[in-house]
């Protein structure tokens, strides 16, 4: 199993950055990919970005140039810049890791979420 425990999250004015964090404990050796996903209210969950144990990054288009995704030298920690935040990036950012153990089915984890409100 795999806990992720996420911060970072809180108020920031239009124009603004944050940075998000979420560590992983448990079995991380087979983690294979971490990111966040986000979701606002009414809408579907939708992906912000992701990467790999390789160092593969994948961005949504909405936020694509604006928000960077790394991760530490031990690849249990990432980390999400966010910069030039608007209000439509106001929603709760979920913390996710996907495991592809060599013995044992792959399985999805998600952190507890993690909100961003962009106002002025």
């Known amino acids: 199993q795999v806990q992720l425990v996420e911060s970072g999250g809180g108020l920031v004015q239009p124009g603004g950055s944050l940075r998000l964090s979420c560590a992983a404990s448990?079995?991380?050796?087979?983690?294979?990919?971490m990111g966040w996903y986000r979701q606002a209210p009414g809408s579907q969950r939708e992906l912000v970005a992701t990467?790999?144990?390789?160092?593969?990054?994948n961005y949504g288009d909405s936020v694509k140039g604006r928000f960077t995704i790394s991760r530490d030298n031990g690849k249990n920690t990432v980390y999400l810049q966010m910069n030039i935040l608007n209000p439509e990036d106001t929603a709760v950012y979920y913390c996710?890791?996907?495991?592809?153990?060599?013995?044992?089915?792959?399985?999805?984890?998600w952190g507890q979420g993690n909100p961003v409100t962009v106002s002025s």
């Open positions: 996710h890791a996907h495991r592809e153990p060599d013995w044992g089915p792959d399985r999805d984890y």
């Open positions: 448990g079995n991380t050796f087979s983690i294979v990919a």
């Open positions: 990467i790999t144990s390789g160092d593969v990054t």
